[in-house]
């Protein structure tokens, strides 16, 4: 049986801890910087907290990383010499150069490295792909995408917005849609963008947007915003062919939507995360898959490693874009 061990017992280490539970891996334990926390969740799901990463790298066969972006570097060195295989949340690395040396180290390893692009899982946006793969709507000419969230707000050491830990919104949030428009339209040759924090690293809020000029020529505008009222999160899909349209607007279900910004306090979760109204959660389709691909009765990850590294490339395009105030081509970024 499959041993899993998580790392991180924070928002996204509770979402992967609830999903490995679904499938049929021996969730072996959890460590993390938050051992209070690591307790709770491991005494919810029954398993054991590790006191380091070391122990519980020894009691594994694959480890999960789910900690705060600066952090997945060194922790996929160490468990690819430890002989681990890797899922590593998104964005895969705090820059393109730490994502490649991870991939470098996991093939020199022979350890598969898997990252957690969960938007890929999500139904209406894998329909999408399946519908631009058929030829349904011809040629590809453009996508619009939008993603727009509250900004994450963590009572302690909120690392989200610390950009040398986080890389900010475009690198934390936006390489959701950077991936999926690349997986939509192909490579991606330049990128042009405005944020507001560029602008104003000051900004008590980030909103930017994004233009991705890919190598078949279409273009893909990419939105995304840390600055809505919680618990608001809004997502649209747009993708227009020569012969058809597919459209999956925001909050098409209410035509009219009045979002009051709260007071202090609220129940609105620390970080945002898109709804489905599903009975089975995309974060643990996208685990059931990739314990498929690990066991091996899957052969093809819906989501590579160099997927991930491509979607980090993208958002420093774009960061160094809204700076510089030019488009960037991803020749350019190292």
Known sequence: MLKIGLVGSGFMGSTHAAGWAQTPAQFVGICSADAARAGKLAAQYGTQVYSSYEALLDAVDVVDICTPTH???EMTLQAARAGKHVICDKPLARTPAQGREMITACEAAGMKLLVAQVVRFFPEYAAAKGIVERGEIGKVAVVRLTRCAYQPKLAADNWFLDPAKSGGMMLDLMC??????????????????????????????????????????????????????????????????????????????????????????????????????????????QLKHFYNILTGAETTPRVTAQDGLAAVQIAHAAMESARSGRPVKLSEVQ
């Open 71 to 73: 952090l997945h570097h």
């Open 176 to 285: 959701h849609d950077f991936d999926y428009a690349r997986w939509i339209a192909g490579d991606v040759d330049s990128v042009y963008a405005r944020s507001v924090r560029s602008a104003d690293p000051a900004a008590p809020e980030d909103y930017s947007i994004a233009i991705l000029r890919h190598t078949s020529g279409a273009l893909s505008n990419v939105e995304g915003a840390w600055a809505y009222p919680p618990p608001m999160f809004r997502t649209a899909l747009e993708i227009a062919g020569d012969a058809g349209l597919i459209e999956h607007p925001a909050g098409s279900s209410t035509p009219l939507g009045i979002h009051l910004k709260a007071k202090a306090g609220g129940d609105a979760p620390d970080v945002g995360l898109p709804a489905s109204p599903l009975a089975e959660d995309p974060y643990t389709t």
